[in-house]
């Protein structure tokens, strides 16, 4: 077998946050054998609103979800998961120098050439979105100083156009923030089993997929200081495009 040539890792808070944002993506590189590809989630989600409903401990719910943010991204095409044990809901608490050097070890470990997490603005807000993206920026800023580190650090995040009947508060994306739109239309059924594996937070999703944000047909990134006039003002289609000579090892999947 071909070993990959270049590899992409996606650093999330919670299990679910992979399916509902970038699910598409996943699985359209998962699919590209010569892309390595790798997900992350920093918590168990074992502090969800659901837990009471549930009627099961938060270290029960943790071990639930666990397994299925594993069983979501195998339903992606992924078999490469990291699962992290930071507390739900709760990462402003958390030293972020510690998450910082775990992202800093992951990055090296599957050799990120690209590394892909939340917006800034955290999308929905959680503070945990925050914390992640905040740690996640600044282990690639420390990362891509050495040789072989990361080139590209991408923000997902969500045009006004694609949830304009959602009912929960959602930062969006301004077009001139869009670097990055990834084709995903022929993910979109990967995408809902992905979703259905995440069955402790289902009545979320079913009132989520009554509008057609879940069905997206583009998947859009802001890259982190790469200004859009160095490029023409073009979108890209590919995560790995346009990388510096030295990690360009890419073509369209």
Not at 8 to 24: K, R
Not at 69 to 80: H, I, N, Q, S, W
Not at 162 to 179: G, L, Q, S, Y
Request: hydrophobic letters at 35%.
């Amino acid at each position: 077998m071909t070993a990959p040539e270049r590899s992409l890792l996606f650093v999330f808070a919670h299990p679910d946050d992979e399916s509902y944002g970038v699910a598409g993506t996943i699985a359209r590189y998962s699919a590209d054998r010569r892309t390595r590809v790798a997900v992350a989630t920093m918590t168990r989600g074992e502090a969800s609103r659901h837990l009471e409903s549930l009627g099961i401990t938060g270290e029960e719910l943790g071990r639930r979800r666990e397994a299925e943010v594993k069983a979501a991204v195998r339903v992606l095409g992924c078999d490469e998961h990291y699962q992290f044990g930071y507390p739900d809901s709760a990462m402003r608490h958390v030293d972020p120098r510690d998450v910082e050097a775990d992202v800093r070890e992951l990055i090296r470990k599957v050799d990120a050439d690209v590394v892909v997490t939340f917006d800034i603005t955290g999308i929905s807000g959680h503070p945990d979105h925050h914390a992640v993206a905040s740690a996640v920026t600044r282990a690639f800023v420390e990362e891509r100083e050495r040789e072989g580190g990361p080139a590209r650090l991408a923000y997902y995040g969500v045009r006004e156009e694609d949830i304009r009947n959602w009912k929960r508060f959602i930062h969006t994306m301004k077009p001139e923030h869009v670097d990055v739109c990834i084709d995903c239309r022929a993910t979109l059924d990967l995408r809902e089993l992905a979703l259905q594996s995440h069955q402790s937070v289902i009545g979320d999703i079913e009132r989520d997929g009554k509008d057609d944000g879940l069905r997206r047909e583009e998947e859009c990134y802001t890259l982190f200081q790469e200004p859009r006039d160095g490029r023409a003002g073009k979108t890209l289609d590919d995560l790995f495009a346009d990388l510096p000579a030295d990690r360009a090892r890419s073509a369209d999947p």
